[in-house]
């Protein structure tokens, strides 16, 4: 089946330093979203990305779209204690997966102020 | 206010026992889905849900089940043939309306279920 590969688990920064996270699927992906969960709270949408190659912007966060639709990353620029949080990303395979994601494992990022 | 309520926050199940786990949606989606979290895994599907009175398996579907009577309710029982049931369990939904696969996804706050 279809598996999404998230790394790193675990990332500690100093208040604004910069922070990736990388996503990898076994199978090429129709769509991929990105998801926030803060401490003790539940995952919250960050945004949805289709289009082989495709970047996004929120902020200070850019969001990339492998060329072959395969693997995605999600850049924080000067992180802020705000940002703490697990964050997932979400593969989905469209056609008779309609409607089913498959999640990374997550990464768990602290801010150190 | 439009949402996901899941009940309880935190549940207890002793040995051989069933319990269930509710999810309501006053958001009109379609689509209903279960997850379970356990740390340093992320979320893994349990079941999920298109339309009323039918149901699919997601890839943890043992030892658990669901009914969706109803448009805004998805129940899910964790039966006493799931060994190892402590973990978090989240409920989310989506709208099928766009007709774009993978519509987002808006969970609910989630239910701890521990084992006595």
């Known amino acids: 089946g279809q598996q999404v590969m998230q790394i790193p688990q675990y990332q500690h920064v100093q208040e604004g330093e910069d922070f990736t996270t990388y996503c990898n699927s076994s199978t090429t992906l129709s769509n991929i979203q990105w998801y926030k969960q803060r401490p003790g709270g539940h995952p919250v949408f960050l945004i949805q990305l289709v289009k082989s190659g495709e970047v996004k912007k929120q902020k200070r966060l850019t969001f990339q779209f492998g060329e072959a639709k395969k693997n995605s990353s999600l850049h924080i620029t000067a992180t802020q204690t705000t940002d703490v949080g697990t964050y997932f990303c979400?593969?989905?395979?469209?056609?008779?997966?309609?409607?089913?994601?498959?999640f990374g494992q997550g990464t768990i990022l602290t801010v150190h102020p | 206010d439009g949402g996901i309520t899941q009940s309880p926050k935190y549940l207890f199940r002793k040995e051989g026992q069933n319990v269930t786990l509710s999810c309501e949606q006053n958001l009109n989606h379609d689509a209903m889905y279960w997850y379970r979290q356990d740390p340093g895994q992320g979320l893994r599907l349990i079941y999920y849900s298109q339309i009323v009175n039918d149901f699919q398996k997601g890839d943890i579907a043992e030892g658990y089940s669901v009914s969706r009577e109803k448009k805004e309710s998805f129940p899910l029982t964790v039966t006493s043939a799931q060994k190892n049931p402590t973990a978090f369990y989240l409920c989310?939904?989506?709208?099928?309306?766009?007709?774009?696969?993978?519509?987002?996804?808006?969970f609910g706050s989630g239910t701890q279920l521990s084992v006595l």
């Open positions: 989310a939904s989506s709208s099928l309306a766009s007709g774009i696969p993978n519509e987002k996804l808006f």
């Open positions: 979400a593969g989905g395979a469209g056609g008779t997966s309609y409607g089913k994601l498959t």
